[in-house]
T-cell receptor
């Protein structure tokens, strides 16, 4: 079983809705990540948090808003999404000094 | 420079065969090379990883071969089983610390036939 827990597993939302994806890890990792994965494609990096501070934003549209309330939690707030934003959103964590990322099972998002 | 090229796109082998997946990179700043296995509907799971100061690493039936001068690395799966059928991604990262970025290859869909 993965030690990175993501909720919800599935989410359907309209283009005018506001929703959030949540991620939690209890491995003591101080780096957390959001990746987006489209079908039959590799995961693409969106955001990196290190010690609860945003360190990398891969030019992600502002309709995606990340938040790291504490060292165990990572949120991704969603607003005014487009149908092309439908994808599997993956959260991962790692020790800050190592590249070994541990992924959650993802949240499958469908935007209608 | 940020890309990691992976081949083949798909691979079919018989049970007991040795599938080989290859990856190549350009950015010499990459210093960590993991392989991930992903089953449908699941997140990627770390299989095995190598650093550029080592030419080979084995963990169970999985072996990474690394050629630093050619900037290439590969995954070999010994005695493959139907349960190994999944998508495999190579990856590379650099930076560490607050700037750690893991870049994925394009993926290989492996089917192991009984």
């Amino acid at each position: 079983d993965t030690e990175v827990t993501q909720t919800p597993k599935h989410l359907v939302m309209g283009m005018t809705n506001k929703k959030s994806l949540k991620c939690e890890q209890h491995m003591g990792h101080r780096a957390m990540y959001w990746y987006k994965q489209k079908a039959k494609k590799p995961p693409e990096l969106m955001f990196v948090y290190s010690y609860e501070k945003l360190s990398i934003n891969e030019s992600v549209p502002s309709r995606f808003s990340p938040e790291c309330p504490n060292s165990s939690l990572l949120n991704l707030h969603l607003h005014a999404l487009q149908p092309e934003d439908s994808a599997l959103y993956l959260c991962a964590s790692s020790q800050v000094s190592r590249g070994e990322l541990f992924f959650g099972e993802g949240s499958r998002l469908t935007v209608l | 420079q940020q890309q990691v090229k992976q081949s083949p796109q798909s691979l079919i082998v018989q049970k007991g065969g040795i599938p080989i997946i290859n990856c190549a990179y350009e950015n010499t700043a990459f210093d960590y090379f993991p392989w991930y296995q992903q089953f449908p509907g699941k997140g990627p799971a770390l299989l095995i990883a190598i650093r550029p100061d080592v030419s080979e690493k084995k963990e169970g039936r999985f072996t990474i071969s690394f050629n630093k001068s050619a900037k290439q690395f590969s995954l070999h799966i010994m005695d493959s089983q139907p349960g190994d059928s999944a998508t495999y991604f190579c990856a590379a990262s650099y930076g560490g610390g607050a700037t750690n970025k893991l870049i994925f290859g394009t993926g290989t869909l492996l089917a192991v036939q009984p």
